[in-house]
């Protein structure tokens, strides 16, 4: 993939000063500009996932890592000139919108915008619209952060589940110990990611230390469902904490 390429057809399709939003309904193009942002880089992304998970080996994913963060300096680049165009009042904004009573319009821009004071359509929908590229922008620095801090978050792949018990408190936190993480997988469970270069001290010493900080014994599940089951039993029996069965492979 030629991503310097690709990039440069993303910037160029993009116009900052001008943003054409369809639809016809007052309810419709808040709900558009409340969700705002350019597809492009988020197709680009998707692409490179999939090119990425094709790869098998460390040296192959990690050669991704510069290629993500292209992408995200130049998405960063060009929602802030978007930003910066509402911000100074000359980005245009174009829609269709029918006539439609002023209380139908306030009924939709009312979840996004609680006060809109004297603000016209327009106006409502270019703050609203500021909001949602505020959240792209956080968004990008939060994964710019994870390729520069850890970037074997685009390399590892998940691997073991975690037991007895959901091992964190909320399920979007992460933890990072070395070159491995925990991340949350199906409903109620955690997993641990790693790579081919991760070793065995490396995985169960993540285990160790939360199960010290937790007060409570930690293990991984095996492709053996019984043998898991037997595991929870000896556990339930010499320890008196949450029952494990439903999280049982």
């Given amino acids: 993939m030629d991503i310097r390429s690709e990039i440069e057809i993303i910037e160029s399709s993009i116009n900052p000063n001008k943003t054409n939003i369809p639809g016809t309904e007052a309810y419709e193009i808040v709900m558009r500009v409340a969700y ?8 680009l992304i998707v692409k490179l996932n999939k090119l990425r998970k094709k790869c098998l080996t460390y ?19 060009m929602y802030r000139k978007t930003l910066s165009n509402i911000n100074s009042g000359v980005l245009e904004i174009n829609h269709n919108l029918h006539d439609e009573s002023e209380e139908t319009v306030q009924k939709a821009i009312e979840p996004f915008l609680h006060d809109t004071g004297n603000l016209n359509f327009n106006q409502s929908c270019l703050r609203i619209m500021s909001n949602a590229i505020l959240k792209q922008l ?16 685009y390399i590892n ?18 933890v990072y110990y070395k070159d491995v ?19 065995t001290d490396t995985k169960n010493a993540i285990l ?20 898991n089951r037997k595991i929870c039993e000896l556990y339930e029996k010499f320890y008196n904490g949450p029952q494990c069965q439903d999280t049982i492979l």
Avoid: C, W
């Avoid at 040296?59 to 680049?77: G, R």
């Avoid at 956080?138 to 978050?153: T, V």
């Avoid at 937790?214 to 053996?224: R, V």
């Fill in 59 to 77: 040296d192959e994913k990690a050669a991704f890592v510069t290629i993500y963060k292209a992408i995200y300096h130049s998405a960063k680049k």
């Fill in 208 to 227: 160790d230390i939360f199960a010290y900080l937790n007060g409570m014994p930690y293990f991984y599940f095996t492709d053996n469902p019984e043998f």
């Fill in 138 to 153: 956080a968004d990008i620095k939060d994964e710019l952060y994870i390729l520069d801090n850890h970037p074997d978050d």
């Fill in 36 to 43: 705002f942002e350019y597809h492009q880089y988020s197709k």
């Fill in 181 to 199: 993480s925990f991340i949350p997988t199906d409903s109620h469970s955690y997993s641990v990611s790693y790579n081919e270069k991760t070793t």
């Fill in 157 to 174: 792949t998940f691997s073991t589940y975690i037991g007895p018990a959901s091992i964190m408190r909320y399920r979007n936190d992460r």
